[in-house]
């Protein structure tokens, strides 16, 4: 197969795959085995043997190969020529017409540090084991600084760590202020604000006490705190709207299907199993267990692969409603990004995992939506047996309090906070039924709706019990931060 003939090959070639490349010894056939990242008619990387020695290959295809090419290639030399960590680059090449290719060696079991994180992530804030991942982390970005070099697309999926060792990765994200000098301030804290921002947002009042892991290596600047939180502010604006861009087009993370007839949106790793699911979504309704069967909704649990999930069609009651609902985003596609953005927050929701919207030459109707299921109870069956004596107990009211300042610091108002929307599960409040929500671009519209919110769940339970005179003591009142 020519290098070329990847252009088309779409975003999952047949395995395995052979490709003649060449090299200062002549021409030799690549065998890819496995594909690790791919964007379809633009880049390939995966796992492969050449001239018997297994490698990791960066296969550049399309009309800005050569491009893409150069700037990989001076990305991985700069790293190299400043001796930071970086697999070795055994192979390159360009070929006009063709293509590039970049073939590296292979650190076989290495791990990346966002591998690394995930496993300790849910451990108390700021534990010993996610001090160290990212302690690992901030070292290898203050070397990388002191020698004058950034990496743009700072993540924790570009770290390697293979026999103790953390290897920097993605050539085509290093840049350079001046070599070998350490980068000014000004980067520093713009490129320090993009990793920090990539981590919880409940990390942020820890971010001083991080820093020391990074002033250890690279102590040139005084990083002033307050500039810095200004930056991650900023990067996770803007991340955040990058993000739900990414959940209505096709992606590495979505498959996302648009056209006069209907739109559906999966994520790319549940697209084989609930894409038969919302194409026999009605039958798989009908043949129930339902948990509302209503006018304007009906709710059912479907068992996927053993897995139970969460199947909701939004109905159109009469020509009335569909007059009202035909040319607006429907509320399953409102709920789908709703969704994903408290998913991204980092607030407690179960996860959407599919929508579908029915059309007609572009004309909306039905539409339905799949999320995970939850197994927990709402906030109203969990809070009965105290309504009398209020003697809640205490995690489940500072989990309460915590919802409440995460939406607050966010904006976020969820429009219909009866009890039957928020359900504990795993320890924490999650909330459900997004049809409403919103995030607030403006303090004056959150004070309103907070307002709202607030008032619609205090009516949850009786203003003459104890229960309700202990969670109106705790919730706050202001939908300022810190202010009651």
């Known amino acids: 197969m020519h290098l070329s003939e990847l252009k088309t090959a779409g975003r999952a070639p047949a395995l395995p795959?052979?490709?003649?490349?060449?090299?200062?010894?002549?021409?030799?056939?690549?065998?890819?085995?496995?594909?690790?990242?791919?964007?379809?008619?633009?880049?390939?990387?995966?796992?492969?043997?050449w001239r018997g020695r297994t490698v990791l290959a960066k296969l550049l295809v399309g009309r800005k190969a050569a491009r893409h090419f150069q700037r990989e290639l001076q990305g991985v030399r700069l790293l190299a020529e400043q001796g930071l960590s970086t697999?070795?680059?055994?192979?390159?090449?360009?070929?006009?017409?063709?293509?590039?290719?970049?073939?590296?060696?292979?650190?076989?079991?290495a791990?990346?540090?966002?591998?690394?994180?995930?496993?300790?992530?849910?451990?108390?804030?700021?534990?010993?084991?996610?001090?160290q991942v990212l302690a690992k982390a901030l070292t290898a970005i203050a070397q990388m600084h002191s020698k004058g070099l950034w990496q743009e697309d700072l993540h924790l999926d570009n770290l390697l760590l293979h026999d103790g060792k953390l290897y920097l990765i993605d050539g085509a994200g290093i840049r350079v202020e001046q070599a070998g000098k350490p980068l000014s301030r000004q980067k520093v804290l713009e490129n320090l604000g993009?990793?920090?921002?990539?981590?919880?947002?409940?990390?942020?009042?820890?971010?001083?006490?991080?820093?020391?892991?990074?002033?250890?290596s690279n102590g040139e600047h005084a990083l002033p705190l307050e500039a810095l939180l200004k930056q991650v502010d900023k990067v996770r604006s803007?991340?955040?709207?990058?993000?739900?861009?990414?959940?209505?087009?096709?992606?590495?993370?979505?498959?996302?299907?648009?056209?006069?007839?209907?739109?559906?949106?999966?994520?790319?790793?549940?697209?084989?199993?609930?894409?038969?699911?919302?194409?026999?979504?009605?039958?798989?309704?009908?043949?129930?267990?339902?948990?509302?069967?209503?006018?304007?909704?009906?709710?059912?649990?479907?068992?996927?692969?053993?897995?139970?999930?969460?199947?909701?069609?939004y109905n159109i009651?009469?020509?009335?409603?569909?007059?009202?609902?035909?040319?607006?985003?429907?509320?399953?596609?409102?709920?789908?990004?709703?969704?994903?953005?408290?998913?991204?927050?980092?607030?407690?929701?179960?996860?959407?995992?599919?929508?579908?919207?029915?059309?007609?030459?572009w004309l909306r109707s039905r539409a339905y939506l799949i999320t995970e299921h939850l197994a927990g109870s709402d906030v109203l069956e969990r809070f009965a047996p105290y309504v009398e004596s209020g003697e809640v107990p205490l995690a489940e009211l500072k989990a309460l309090e915590h919802l409440f300042a995460e939406l607050i610091r966010e904006r976020i108002s969820h429009g219909d906070f009866k009890g039957h929307n928020l359900f504990w599960q795993d320890d924490r409040w999650v909330l459900i039924d997004l049809d409403s929500m919103r995030?607030?671009?403006?303090?004056?519209?959150?004070?309103?709706?907070?307002?709202?919110?607030?008032?619609?769940?205090?009516?949850?339970?009786?203003?003459?019990?104890?229960?309700?005179?202990?969670?109106?003591?705790?919730?706050?009142r202001s939908s300022s931060p810190g202010q009651d």
């Open 17 to 49: 795959l052979g490709l003649e490349l060449e090299d200062a010894a002549g021409s030799a056939q690549l065998q890819l085995l496995s594909l690790l990242r791919v964007l379809p008619g633009r880049r390939y990387v995966g796992a492969g043997v």
């Open 87 to 109: 697999p070795l680059l055994l192979v390159d090449g360009l070929q006009q017409g063709e293509g590039g290719w970049l073939l590296f060696e292979f650190l076989d079991g």
């Open 111 to 131: 791990e990346s540090l966002a591998s690394a994180w995930r496993k300790v992530e849910s451990l108390p804030l700021l534990a010993d084991e996610q001090q």
């Open 194 to 216: 993009v990793f920090f921002a990539q981590l919880p947002k409940a990390l942020e009042p820890f971010i001083e006490e991080l820093l020391v892991h990074y002033l250890l």
């Open 238 to 313: 803007w991340r955040l709207k990058d993000f739900l861009r990414k959940v209505a087009r096709e992606c590495s993370l979505f498959s996302v299907r648009r056209g006069p007839f209907g739109l559906r949106a999966i994520r790319r790793e549940e697209e084989a199993a609930l894409g038969p699911v919302l194409e026999q979504a009605d039958a798989l309704l009908a043949q129930g267990p339902l948990y509302k069967n209503g006018g304007t909704a009906t709710v059912g649990r479907v068992d996927v692969g053993g897995r139970p999930l969460v199947l909701k069609r």
């Open 317 to 361: 009651k009469g020509f009335s409603h569909w007059l009202k609902r035909f040319w607006r985003p429907t509320r399953a596609w409102h709920s789908w990004r709703e969704g994903n953005r408290l998913a991204f927050l980092g607030i407690a929701t179960p996860k959407p995992l599919a929508v579908l919207e029915r059309r007609f030459f």
């Open 439 to 476: 995030q607030h671009s403006s303090a004056h519209s959150f004070a309103k709706a907070y307002a709202r919110d607030r008032a619609r769940f205090m009516r949850n339970w009786p203003t003459s019990s104890a229960l309700y005179r202990v969670i109106d003591q705790r919730l706050p």
